[in-house]
């Protein structure tokens, strides 16, 4: 493993929870490979082009606090990123849940697959409310 690959991981996923907090669903899609994937725990598996304008309608407000990184010891371009989500809901409900995004990269340093991974118990009934509103 190079130190300049997991520069170039770390650079990645650092400006992935930068924009994500920012709602900047083409700077987000930009970060992906052209058939890049996310598998969401509420969303089902999209491809990325599909999903952040999902996420971002269901969406107020997301806070991130990123709590570690994690580098394969196999594969510089497998990561996972460790933080904190803090979620208003496009209704205005809050909720706050610590996440994993365990994510691919390309070859070119691009997001080949992102899965998040977090437990929905305790938000699905108010994510399933916002989504059943016309």
Do not use: N
């Amino acid at each position: 493993m190079t130190d300049s690959a997991v520069r170039r991981a770390r650079a990645t996923v650092d400006r992935y929870l930068e924009l994500l907090a920012a709602a900047d669903v083409a700077g987000v899609i930009d970060l992906f490979s052209p058939d890049g994937t996310v598998v969401s725990p509420l969303y089902g598996t999209l491809p990325a082009e599909r999903f952040y304008p999902k996420l971002v309608a269901d969406t107020q407000r997301s806070e991130i606090v990123q709590e570690d990184m994690f580098v394969s010891v196999h594969d510089p371009r497998r990561v996972a990123v460790q933080f904190r989500y803090g979620w208003t809901m496009s209704d205005g409900t809050k909720t706050s849940f610590d996440c994993v995004d365990a994510i691919e990269l390309d070859d070119e340093g691009r997001i080949a697959q992102l899965r998040i991974i977090y437990d929905t118990h305790p938000l699905r009934a108010a994510w399933a409310a916002i989504r059943s509103t016309p």
